[in-house]
């Protein structure tokens, strides 16, 4: 019997449209004990049993089936996030993804593409039920790898940070904060460090995997060379002592192993570290204690990393006014909060420009589905060649991002930050 055979026989193959499809990967999502320390456990949803779920490559142009097996008693979805994949497989079912109802499965085939440094979460929402959506444990990373790969480096190793034991920090549940941090699913100091060898380049793929909140890194006594942002090689690599993401933002950076010792790779904040949000870089055959010094005060800006060539005209504009509200939602894009926002209408085939107007006294990551743009100005500042499909506009700024509209079909635009999406953040882009 084949394998084909034997999974239809045991009801593992799924159909989907119409035509029985073997998985190439299959994510069990299911309720875990994770171990973020010794004897330290916190119940939340995984992958897999996992926390972060499985990393996942995939081949550029290559298909692949994914399996989905829900083994709650909720619906759920996997959003595979930077891609430009169809709406009826990308994870979000406001785009048209059909849901996985609990205790079902379904198996979504896609192509990936691009290649770089993409993860996949759940798109579920939240509300007021901190256990749901983003500040679960359900999120990973997938690499999509291009054909050929430049290199440049010796090994990877994957940063992924993420926060436990959320609560409602003010007195209105207007936001969330957490006691507890982690690095790739562990307290600092509670998994195992990160071995490195003196000489060596060390390509670390990093992605802020909060549902909330905004991070900061840094590893004294050495330098980041940043060659990507969300998985997008950038046009001026830079050598930075801080790398800072906000929710659902990735940065791709190179440290040339030249310190010798013991450092804490970690978060500038030392509340936020001593909770945890920290992971322990070791050099071959040196000992004592894992060792912290403040980085010196750095100014993160995207411009930074692109160049200043003048970006071709946009052949249309849309305009995204994000405004505070206080009528049981929280946001509003263009005056109306999700579902009743307008769709952003863009032109097909076209270079579109998409405007963000911030009139509230928060930054906001926002997040556009199925698309890469190009930061084209940011706070009064035009730049270039820097390519996301996040971007945190600063309270009381404008910024503009252009993408071409070449993948026809309903695209979710929504801030990342899960308490911001549930309460209005949230539209529809469509051509
Ligand atoms: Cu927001």
Redesign the pocket.
């Known amino acids: 019997m084949t394998r084909r055979e034997m999974l239809a026989l045991a009801g593992c193959g799924t159909l989907a449209w119409g035509k029985e499809i073997t998985p190439d990967i299959t994510l069990r999502i299911g309720e875990i004990k994770a171990e973020l320390a010794p004897g330290r456990f916190v119940k939340t949803l995984a992958y897999n049993g996992q926390v972060p779920g499985p990393l996942l490559r995939m081949s550029e142009g290559k298909q692949v089936a994914v399996e989905v097996v829900n083994e709650t008693n909720e619906p759920e979805m996997v959003h595979w996030h930077g891609f430009h994949i169809p709406s009826n497989v990308d994870g979000a079912h406001e785009e048209g993804t059909p849901m996985v109802q609990g205790r079902d499965r379904r198996t979504y085939a896609f192509t990936p593409r691009p290649s770089g440094t993409r993860w996949y979460h759940t798109h579920a929402m939240a509300g007021h039920n901190l256990r749901k959506g983003a500040y679960s444990g359900q999120y990973g990373i997938v690499i999509v790898e291009p054909r050929d790969n430049p290199g440049g480096y010796d090994s990877e190793v994957p940063i992924v940070l993420h926060e436990w034991d959320p609560y409602f920090s003010t007195d209105m549940d207007m936001d969330v904060d957490y006691k507890t941090f982690s690095i790739n699913g562990k307290i600092l100091g509670a998994g195992e460090p990160v071995r490195v060898q003196q000489g060596r380049r060390v390509l670390f793929r990093i992605v802020n995997a909060s549902a909330t909140m905004q991070h900061r890194l840094a590893l004294p006594g050495h330098s980041f060379d940043v060659v990507a942002l969300d998985g997008n090689a950038i046009t001026t690599p830079r050598s930075v002592p801080v790398v800072e993401l906000a929710p659902g933002e990735r940065a791709d950076a190179i440290v040339r192993m030249s310190n010798p010792g013991v450092w804490i790779l970690g978060e500038e904040d030392n509340r936020q570290r001593n909770a945890g949000a920290g992971i322990v870089i070791e050099y071959a055959n040196a000992k004592g204690p894992a060792r912290w010094v403040a980085p010196p005060p750095f100014n993160w800006d995207y411009s930074a990393f692109g160049g200043s060539q003048k970006v071709p005209e946009p052949d249309a504009i849309i305009p995204v006014v994000?405004e505070p509200r206080n009528d049981g939602n929280l946001?509003a894009i263009n005056g109306k909060s999700f579902p009743n926002t307008d769709p952003l209408m863009a032109h097909p085939g076209a270079r579109n420009r998409l405007i963000f107007d911030n009139r509230?006294d928060?930054?906001?990551?926002?997040h556009l589905h199925r698309h890469t743009f190009e930061l084209t100005r940011f706070a009064g500042k035009s730049m270039s060649g820097v390519f996301k499909d996040v971007v945190t506009i600063p309270a009381r700024k404008i910024v503009e991002v252009d993408f071409t509209a070449d993948n026809p079909g309903p695209s979710l635009f929504h801030?990342?930050?899960q308490?911001?999406?549930d309460f209005g953040?949230m539209a529809l882009m469509q051509y």
């Open positions: 994000i946001w509230s928060m930054a906001h990551p926002v801030c990342h930050h308490f911001h999406m953040f």
